[in-house]
């Protein structure tokens, strides 16, 4: 290697160290940019989910103000009433107790036609309340519409209070046939904060405007302009949630803008959150970010200048030792023995040719009797060690030469007086004897590096050498070994173990190592972490045979070993819960049952099963989840008793394995009954998740009993299973026994199974038709219901089939067979006269319209059949609307493209938000019989229906009751608005062909 490699390398490494700079600062600038894009994300989700609050409660406001706007015309029964004082007073302190249950309204008036307030709430005798500062036009405005609904009117100042308010408006029509005005006043400032009550965020500006642009309410109050009118106006956001980066609604600074309509028509509620607020974090992280990379690129650079430098002094120190050897190998290939012979007179009489190799410089001194002491003066230079050995016929001396060669000169006297000099090349002597010292520390070092304690122990067990190895690993180290008995230095159990080994050497005959033996040792800095050791031992070969001594290598295994058991407690174990798994669950039990028959002796298997845990998992993740189970399997090991077995099957099932459960079938039920109850106590006992989240479980158990009959394991576990099973679908948080009507029960369903698979392959299944009518009582549609026409039992209603449909996935072929017959049936009534503009309106359940290929199966079935799509209604639950709403949203829009419609079939019973109805592109709401059945009965309930046909209505969306039974029914929903029926009061469910036979 020469200098040349210098450069290159240095070119080389400072390259890499260039390059790692580049990659540091690659990585600062990712790392910022996806710290922006989450920083950015969670700013819109946290302005989405605020803006839903915030419309939620807006919503309720509204819809609060207009039932208690609703309700004001029944305190007063009479318009003559409020003439005299009496009457007015009493109207008042009505309208009073109205107001003291909506706090968010501060006062309610009655006025005439002409803006006359007849009454007010807070008169109390003191006369009429002064004229309402309501907009010109307003009240003729609402007199003027055909049916009644809230209207809000622009902020003003409060002539009681001073205050900006809001006056909500609503027409009533009083018993004596007069129309009047109930209004009332709300405090804009009391609105604002139940909009954004709880919400901490930096910077937030909400306003509640119109869609022109009409500030109608904002926080902070301190931001509304003088004109109180925004630009640009929002008009344009009725039909979905605006979210968009644009001027704050108030400070017109760049912001986060989210808009979401109210129920009532034109009225939106927006969420701003400023930029320079919502990013302040990631600024600092990324100050931070790239603080942490400039030193990281720093550091790169001077290692790689600091390598360099300490690269360029080995390269510098190998080139020199390099040299030195060349040099020394070439005079190690010319060194030979040298021989001079001196007369008595110090005169050279005799040389070799090797003298004059050894010394090249003494050639032009040599010469036959030449004085020997040039030559002398030329090697005493060369001496490297004194005089050796001095006797009066020898000396000896070491001479090192420039070449590097040791030439040992010896001088014999001869007997005539002269000498005899010997110059000999003990170079390689030196050598070897260098290599004997190295090779000694080589062996030194490698017992230092074996991780195993060697001892010489003898016959007694007494140790004669000892070597530890280096670190942590040496055994009995500190108490000097040597001289001592083995069970001084070990436990007596490990001591035993090593004698033990010993005598079996010993007894051999021969000089193999035995090993096999293994002993544990705690140590006292841990004693929870033994430490695991093997026994080797080999009869040292030894010339006595009385005396032999024994080479014992004590070699740590903990690795192994706590490998080993690793193994065994991932095969047999649960990972996550450390209870027993499947496996070792079925080992225990099949020694368990071993019960011997007759013996009065039981044993029972305990199912257990959380109710609804994957609820748990969709809503707050699997982690949520684990870490209940994890506190389920403590709990249910805290209750049960000393020897019971708990064991976990996999997800939420756990087993418990009971034995010795006394004397008797009936005491065995006793005691494992008491069990159980411990066990479904203690699972009710709320669960602390972690310092926020705290959730309720339940739990359902079956139990079997066995006494040792002739039944499986797995048998034993189907019965457990079935018992459980039972518990579930009685509503949870049971215990049940097995009883054999249970496996027959199960079994019982497992046959309708089999008989739907069956029935849909034979396509068993018919439709029923129940007619729609509009207020004339002419047909406008019919909704399409599945009956089995099963060959033994005739014509099967859905409650018999449909819910294990549902729970067996059977339900999405079903729904296929199903949508596929409703297209036929629009395609035969393309040219019949008075049904070819018949509408179908087809149920589809929950778990078929979330399939991926749900779009892709209707535009097959209209196209295989050739229905027009504009005819075909499909009716969705709000079950639909609980998770997974943007994806449901697109489906429905990808369709609403073909023309096929969509109905909310039961509204007002399921959880759905309703915020999400200006989202969804749904063509009618169906009103639930359950409302339409409380019609006549409880006046509560027709409020309510009168509130969903005007939301209907201000939504723009067509309505349709169901379940219309009679003619009080029917009127009121038509005088109300509602002007599409469903129900026995016009037809039930017929087959095509009676349908067809039925009057157009």
């Known amino acids: ?80 009433d409020l003439t005299a004082r009496d009457g007015r007073n009493r109207a008042s302190r009505l309208m009073d107790m109205g107001v003291d249950q909506n706090p968010l309204v501060q006062r309610l008036f009655l006025v005439s036609a002409d803006g006359s307030v007849l009454v007010s709430s807070g008169e109390h005798g003191r006369g009429s309340s002064p004229k309402l500062p309501l907009p010109n036009g307003h009240l003729e405005h609402i007199l003027a519409e055909k049916i009644s609904s809230l209207s809000i009117g622009e902020p003003v100042t409060s002539p009681s209070t001073s205050r900006p308010v809001l006056y909500f408006a609503r027409a009533l029509r009083l018993p004596d046939g007069n129309r009047v005005v109930a209004v009332a006043e709300l405090d804009i400032a009391l609105l604002m904060n139940i909009l954004v009550q709880g919400a901490d965020i930096g910077g937030l500006e909400v306003t509640v405007e119109r869609e022109s642009g009409l500030l109608l309410a904002s926080t902070p109050a301190s931001l509304v302009p003088n004109d109180r009118r ?68 720093a550091a790169l650079l001077l290692s790689a200048f600091l390598l360099h430098r300490r690269l360029l002094r080995q390269w510098t120190e190998r080139m020199e030792r390099q040299r030195s050897r060349a040099t020394l190998d070439q005079a190690l290939e010319s060194m030979q023995v040298g021989f001079v012979l001196l007369d008595a007179d110090q005169r050279m009489l005799v040389w070799n040719r090797s003298f004059h190799d ?54 014999n006297r001869t007997p005539d007086g002269g000498l005899v000099c010997i110059y000999q090349d003990v170079t390689e002597k030196k050598k070897y004897t260098a290599q004997l010292f190295e090779g000694r520390a080589q062996l030194q070092a490698t017992l230092d590096a074996l991780p195993d304690t060697l001892l010489e122990l003898n016959r007694n067990g007494i140790c004669l050498r000892f070597h530890a190895p280096q670190g942590q690993g040496a055994i009995a180290a500190d108490i000097g070994p040597v001289g001592r008995r083995i069970g001084e230095m070990l436990p007596a159990s490990a001591a035993e173990q090593v004698m033990q080994a010993i005598r079996e050497a010993g007894g051999a005959g021969g ?62 174990y649960d990972v996550l819960t450390g209870l027993p798994n499947r496996r070792m669950l079925l080992d225990l039990m099949d020694v368990a049952v071993r019960i011997e028959p007759g013996s009065g002796r039981y044993g029972a298997l305990l199912f257990l099963d959380l109710d609804n845990f994957k609820m748990l998992n969709d809503a707050l993740g699997h982690a949520m989840g684990d870490l209940l189970l994890k506190e389920a399997a403590a709990r249910v090991s805290l209750h049960i008793r000393p020897g019971d077995v708990v064991a976990r099957l996999g997800g939420d099932e756990f087993v418990v394995m009971l034995e010795n459960l006394g004397d008797g079938r009936e005491a065995a039920r006793v005691q494992a009954r008491e069990v159980g109850e411990r066990i479904i106590a203690a699972l009710n006992v709320p669960f602390r998740l972690d310092t926020a989240t705290t959730y309720h479980r339940t739990c359902s158990l079956g139990i079997a009993l066995f006494d040792g009959g002739e039944r499986s394991l797995e048998e034993l576990l189907k019965q457990a299973d079935i018992a459980m099973y039972v518990a579930k679908t009685a509503g949870g948080n049971a215990l049940r026994f097995f009883e054999p009507d249970m496996q027959a029960e199960v079994a019982a369903r497992s046959a309708l199974e089999n008989e739907l698979s069956e029935a849909l392959e034979a396509r068993q299944f018919v439709l029923h038709f129940q007619t729609q009518v509009d207020g004339s009582g002419a047909t406008v549609g019919v909704e399409a219901l599945v009956r089995w026409q099963h060959p033994q039992r005739g014509l099967v209603l859905p409650g018999a089939f449909i819910s294990v449909a549902e729970d067996t996935e059977l339900i999405v072929p079903l729904g296929r067979q199903v949508l596929e017959m409703a297209c036929a049936q629009l395609a035969a009534w393309r040219g019949v006269p008075g049904r ?115 939301m ?11 379940g219309v039974e009679t003619e009080e029914q029917r009127i009121f929903l038509e005088r109300h608005g509602c002007t599409r029926f469903q129900g026995f009061l016009f037809s039930r469910p017929v087959s095509i062909a009676d349908f067809e036979r039925m009057p157009t």
């Not at 003494?362 to 050796?388: E, N, W």
């Not at 544990?520 to 004693?527: C, I, Q, T």
């Not at 179908?840 to 097959?860: G, L």
């Not at 209907?952 to 169901?962: C, F, P, T, Y």
């Open 952 to 962: 209907a209505r201000n939504l723009d969306v067509e309505l349709i009751a169901e």
């Open 836 to 950: 070819s503009q018949l509408e179908i309106a087809v149920n589809v359940s929950a778990r078929q319209f979330r399939r991926e290929d749900f779009v892709d199966e209707v535009e097959k079935a209209i196209a295989a059949s050739g229905a027009d799509p504009r005819l075909l209604k499909l009716e969705l639950t709000e079950s639909l609307l609980q998770s997974h709403v943007p994806e449901t949203i697109r489906k429905m829009q990808r369709l609403k493209s073909l023309g096929i419609r969509f109905s909310m079939d039961d509204f007002g019973i399921g959880y759905s938000s309703l915020s999400y109805l200006t989202q969804l592109p749904l063509d009618q709401l169906k009103i639930d019989k359950y409302f339409v059945g409380g019609i006549g009965v409880d006046p509560k309930i027709e409020t309510i229906v009168q509130t969903i046909i005007g």
């Open 230 to 297: 925004q630009v640009p106006a929002l008009g344009a956001q009725r039909e979905n949630a605006s979210l968009a980066v644009a001027p704050a609604r108030l400070s017109a600074v760049p912001a986060v803008v989210v808009a979401r309509p109210c129920l009532q028509t034109q009225v939106l509620v927006t969420a701003s959150i400023p930029l320079s607020s919502a990013l302040a974090d990631w600024r600092r992280e990324r100050n931070v970010i790239f603080g942490i990379g400039g030193a990281l690129a």
């Open 511 to 572: 000089h193999e190592r035995r090993k096999g033996r293994k002993f544990e040792l705690a140590v006292k800095s841990a004693p929870d972490s033994p430490r695991f050791f093997e026994v080797l031992v080999s009869r040292k070969p030894t010339e006595s045979t009385e005396r032999p001594s024994y080479i014992v290598i004590l070699r740590d295994i903990t690795q192994a070993e706590l490998a080993t058991r690793h193994i065994r407690q991932l095969a047999f």
């Open 1 to 80: 290697m020469t200098n040349r490699s210098s450069p290159r390398s240095a070119v080389f490494l400072y390259g890499v160290a260039f390059l790692a700079v580049m990659v540091v600062a690659g990585a600062c600038f990712l790392a910022s940019h996806e710290l922006y894009r989450r920083a950015f994300t969670n700013v819109e989700q946290q302005a989405v989910r605020f803006i839903g609050g915030a419309q939620a409660a807006l919503n309720r406001a509204v819809l609060g103000v207009d039932v208690l706007l609703a309700g004001v015309g029944e305190l007063v029964p009479q318009t003559a």
């Open 358 to 411: 050894i010394f090249p410089r003494a050639r032009d001194l040599t010469g036959l009797h030449r004085p020997f002491r040039p030559i002398a003066d030329l090697t005493a230079q060369y001496r490297r060690l004194p005089v050796l050995t001095t006797v009066s016929s020898q000396d000896e001396e070491e001479l090192k030469l420039p070449d590097g060669r040791v030439i040992r000169s010896i001088r």
